[in-house]
T-cell receptor, first 111, second 115 residues
Framework: DAKTTQPTSMDCAEGRAANLPCNHSTISGNEYVYWYRQIHSQGPQYIIHGLKNNETNEMASLIITEDRKSSTLILPHATLRDTAVYYCIVRTSGTASKLTFGTGTRLQVTL | DTGVSQDPRHKITKRGQNVTFRCDPISEHNRLYWYRQTLGQGPEFLTYFQNEAQLEKSRLLSDRFSAERPKGSFSTLEIQRTEQGDSAMYLC?????????????FGPGTRLTVL
């Protein structure tokens, strides 16, 4: 699976959009981009995934560039409860491939 | 849909003791994964099952570790002769094949402290 690069940390004001970037320049055609988050001392929580089209669900939006070498997770109206470590993971979907977590981005939402 | 559950949530043991953790996956999920997470790091893959068959094991899974999924439903992870380096959060995830995505959903984890 391709490697990903994320900023170590980011801050966001409550109520504003949080835009979390991820670089995955070596992604191949059958690899999906997955996002998980982990709130302190809890298990990782699935957020969203996509292949090449932008995706949106009740939690977030995922914007993937046309060349698929990077993506952005958008939390449209961040709240204090969104403070967590966010992991961007590239994975070949449909196979039983493990998730390879990096160190993620620590998002701090502030008042 | 009741999510992945793990038991116990916390375990404190003395070095040299054996411990066993249990994971109950989401109902009907046929794949089950175990991960380990140490402080400040992301989770690391240990092993996975498809139904009752253990199909992949990481090099992290030393011979002191054994995992089972006897009836293709719940799974157990046993650590024999625990060492202080085994202190970590042990996470279980499950997924359902078919539909192309095989998204893994995680449980709350079992935090192990070896004294």
């Amino acid at each position: 699976d391709a490697k990903t690069t994320q900023p170590t940390s980011m801050d966001c004001a409550e109520g504003r959009a949080a835009n979390l970037p991820c670089n995955h320049s070596t992604i191949s055609g059958n690899e999906y981009v997955y996002w998980y988050r982990q709130i302190h001392s809890q298990g990782p929580q699935y957020i969203i995934h996509g292949l090449k089209n932008n995706e949106t669900n009740e939690m977030a939006s995922l914007i993937i560039t046309e060349d698929r070498k990077s993506s952005t997770l958008i939390l449209p109206h961040a709240t204090l409860r969104d403070t967590a470590v966010y992991y961007c993971i590239v994975r070949t979907s449909g196979t039983a491939s493990k998730l390879t977590f990096g160190t993620g981005t620590r998002l701090q939402v502030t008042l | 849909d009741t999510g992945v559950s793990q038991d116990p949530r916390h375990k404190i043991t003395k070095r040299g003791q054996n411990v066993t953790f249990r994971c109950d996956p989401i109902s009907e999920h046929n794949r089950l994964y175990w991960y380990r997470q140490t402080l400040g790091q992301g989770p690391e893959f240990l092993t996975y099952f498809q139904n009752e068959a253990q199909l992949e094991k990481s090099r992290l899974l030393s011979d002191r570790f054994s995992a089972e999924r006897p009836k293709g439903s719940f799974s157990t992870l046993e650590i024999q002769r625990t060492e202080q380096g085994d202190s970590a959060m042990y996470l279980c995830a499950s997924s359902l094949t078919g539909g192309g995505t095989d998204t893994q959903y995680f449980g709350p984890g079992t935090r192990l402290t070896v004294l």
